[in-house]
């Protein structure tokens, strides 16, 4: 039984068939595993970063699918870690949690509520078509902190792999830049 991600405050019922208890479970799991946080970016969780794929039972198991942000990313053992210890913690014992690397992620999977939590944590959010854009076009990276577009790339390695270090030429404060992928 595979269970879809839910649009979250969706009110979809159960598949067609399937056992009401299955379908609860599926979707406590999936509440659990959705509301761990990034471990380098705490305001952030795994549902507003988007790589929660999907769950299923499988052979009565809960198995939770995840995607990296990218292939090597040095959180995602970090990230599996946290979400098989909120299975358990929501008892599920013997849930696994597994590593999909197709389709990738891209920032283009960052909901708009996770999008909201980076500017307001000071970090620009990276901007949208990332999938159709070129690798090394230029961009335009708003500050988070007034708004202005004026802003100009210092470094682009930042506080982790997965930023850049900008700064704002309107009011000379330095930002991260979550980097479009």
Known sequence: ?????????????????????????????????AAVVDPEVPVLTLDDLGILRGLERREGRIVVKLTPTYTGCPATLAIELAVQAALLEAGFADAKVERVLSPPWSTDDITEEGRRKLRDFGIAPPVRGARAR?????????????????????????????????RCEACAEPFDYFKCL
Not at 12 to 31: F, I, K, M, T
Not at 142 to 163: H, L, V
């Open 134 to 166: 070129s690798l090394f076009a230029e961009e335009t990276v708003a500050c988070p902190k007034c708004g202005s577009t004026s802003t100009s790339r210092i470094s682009e390695f930042g506080s982790t792999a997965c930023k850049a270090l900008w």
């Open 1 to 33: 039984m595979v269970a879809a991600l839910p649009t979250p405050g969706s009110s979809d019922g159960p598949a067609q068939g399937a056992p009401a208890c299955c379908d609860a479970d599926l979707e406590r799991a999936r509440l659990a595993a």
